[in-house]
């Protein structure tokens, strides 16, 4: 385990973290990319050196190359895709759910699921196997990898600002900060989904009609008087 003396700007470290934990976390979700990112903010809190724009560079690009070729692995290989990734009820729920938002949302869900747990995996693979188109997601990737990027690493700018003498109480209160912005996304998430099954039955339970109004019996018809008498003399 480094320490975040470890992570300076002017350390070679700093640099592979910020390209490597999010370039490989789309694919083994396990690494802690995020932390990573936050971390570093943390460890450079106070500095002005100009190469924290080329960490947060890195970070990006990480980031949207980890997500294409999440894209390729979904287009090419769905088949081990779905069994690496989607597997069980879990995962097909999850793939459900990820097509069908997609669907709905487009881009800005590419954006969006870099703050959804386990979303950029599902959404990323969802949207090669589907044949999104490839130009809009290179487009909402790069989009999406700059948010994050940014927001990680000013977010653990900000906790290391606020403990620069105790930079792991800064580390701790970033990711504090990060847990919460997560858990409301997902909480908005499951209250959307929520909501919309809710009015699923009644979209699809139509009113009954009204019965026809009684009224008086119309008339029959000189015509239809002519044919009934004619049926009654044969």
């Not at 990573?36 to 100009?50: C, E, K, N, V």
């Not at 003498?165 to 990060?178: C, H, I």
């Amino acid at each position: 385990m480094f320490d975040l003396t470890d992570l300076q700007v002017t350390s070679p470290l700093s640099y592979l973290v910020a390209f490597a934990f999010p370039a490989l976390d789309a694919v083994l979700p396990v690494l802690p990319s995020e932390t990573a990112i936050i971390a570093l903010g943390a460890a450079s809190a106070g500095s002005t050196d100009p190469r924290l724009g080329i960490l947060v560079l890195l970070a990006a690009t990480g980031a949207f190359i980890g997500d294409n070729v999440c894209y390729l692995i979904g287009r090419r290989f769905e088949g081990w895709a779905n069994r690496r990734f989607f597997a069980g009820e879990k995962g097909a729920k999850r793939r459900r759910w990820a097509e069908t938002t997609l669907d709905r949302y487009g881009g800005r869900l590419i954006v969006v699921c870099r703050f959804i747990p386990g979303g950029r995996t599902a959404v990323t693979l969802t949207c090669g196997a589907t044949g999104y188109p490839r130009r809009s997601f290179v487009l909402a990737t790069a989009v999406a990898g700059v948010v994050w990027a940014s927001y990680a690493f000013f977010l653990g700018r900000i906790g290391g600002e606020a403990f620069k003498d105790k930079p792991w109480f800064g580390l701790v209160l970033a990711l504090g900060l990060a847990t919460s912005v997560t858990l409301a996304v997902e909480g908005g998430r499951r209250f959307v989904g929520w909501r919309r099954r809710r009015r699923a039955p009644a979209a699809a339970d139509p009113p009954a009609a009204d019965p026809p109004a009684a009224g008086p019996t119309a008339a029959p018809k000189d015509d239809d008087r002519k044919t009934g008498d004619q049926a009654t003399a044969s």
